[in-house]
Every structure is written in structure tokens, then in C-alpha cells.
């Protein structure tokens, strides 16, 4: 039990609030069991019941680190490493997060691109770099706060025929964790729907993800390492490696290049 604790208590630090019966479904157990390990969070300070759930209670300090994570140089070189991956005259697919709007920042060295994206937060950089600009419809939501994105569900046939014609170069997307159970995962099932089309829409598919969010977990898994062709990336730990390797992931470590 103590290891579900410590993964719900990571998604917890993720998505900033838990439902009890989306754990119970994601775990296969009871609610019953699902609310024994809130109370468990509970009793150490880092969650205040809900109905239905939990909410993250925070240390003032640890969200001020949160909050001024967007300006972490390691997604600033992250996303500059990804750059080089653009070539004059692509067409890519810019995912929802920060880094990726790191990236957005980048496109103005570009004479002529053209970006189909749901991140809505990067849309006045992506205007600034004269970029030719596809958006993508649906439900907007947010999972930390800073950035906004859509994305198309079920009800939204528009969007979701719409994705099914994309072609793009490169899609360059992050995640919200990295695990070797779940692949890539992710903390709103809105969102899934977009990782599910990456794969078939583009030609190349690269992850930008700092270290950082290997080895957490998340509610969602939205992708496997085979789906992707390439990490971009800090560092990886070495038990992440093999697997890697037989998925036939190219990984480009920023730190030693």
C-alpha cells in the first residue's frame, strides 16, 4: 500500500488535486482502499480531504518555487537544443507546457514555418515570429496555472476530424511524467486525445522532458516510448536506458553535447 501512497502523493505534487473514484479506477481497487491513502496523506500534512477527493496543501515557499519554474534555464536550453531540430520550411506540431513555449520563443529565427498547436499560451510568440499558425479547437484548460491548452474530446467531432488530416514534420510535445510502467503520462484525460494523434500526424516525434519528471507518475498514460523518435533532455536515469534503446529512441543529452 505504501507504494501507492507514494505515487498518489506524486501525482498529488503534479495535479494539485485528486478524485477518489479516477484513483480507484487507475489502481483497480476500492474507494475505500483509495480513501485509507488520503487519510494516510493526510496525517502528514501534504493533502486536505474533499469531498470526492483531496487538494494539495501547500507550502507558500514550494509554490513560489513552482511558480517560477518557467524561467528554469534547463527548459530554456532544452528547448534551444530542440530548435536545431527545425529546419526552414517545416511544418510542426507545438504541444502544451512550458518548455514548448520556451520553443515558441525561438521561432522568430525562422523566415518561413508554419505550426499547428493547442497551446494557447505561446500563440503571441508564435505571432511574433510571422509563423503560420493552425489552432487547435476543443476544451481549454490549464494543469499548473501558467499555461493554457486545448483540446478536442469526443463531443468535438470538428477538431477531432481535423486532426485526422494533419501531416506535420516534426511534433515537438512534452509530458507531465516519465515512468517505465506508464510510458509517457499525463494529468488531464482532456489532453490525451491530442498525444493519441501525435504519433500518426507526425513524421518525426520529439519529447522535450528535463530530468526532473523521470521516475513520477501520473492519472494518465498518453503515449509509450515506442511512439515517440526522439528525447531531448537533461539527463536520464541509467535504469531508464535499456528501454529506451529497444523502443529505438534517440536520446540527445544536452549536458553533453
Known sequence: MLGRVHEIREILYTKKQINVNELAAFYNVSPVSIRKDLAILECEGVLT?????????????????????????????????????????????????RTCCELAKLLY?????????????CLDNLLRAGAEIYLLGGKVTSTDGLTLFSSPKNNHQNSANFLENIRVDKAFTSASAVNLKQGLAVSSV????VYDYVSRMSQK?????DSDKFDTVNLYAAAKFEDIDYIITDSIP???????VNANVIVHKINEE
Open 109 to 121: 529565427k525562422f523566415n518561413s514555418i508554419s505550426v499547428v498547436t493547442n497551446n494557447i499560451g
Open 205 to 209: 516525434w520529439y519529447l522535450m522532458i
Open 238 to 244: 541509467d535504469s531508464y536506458e535499456e528501454a529506451i
Open 190 to 193: 482532456i489532453s490525451l486525445p
Open 49 to 97: 480531504r474533499v469531498y470526492g477527493g483531496g487538494i494539495l496543501k501547500e507550502d507558500p515557499t514550494k509554490k513560489l518555487a513552482f511558480l517560477s519554474r518557467g524561467d528554469y534555464p534547463i527548459l530554456k536550453k532544452i528547448a534551444l537544443r530542440a530548435c536545431e531540430e527545425i529546419e526552414e520550411g517545416d511544418t510542426i506540431f507545438l504541444g502544451s507546457g
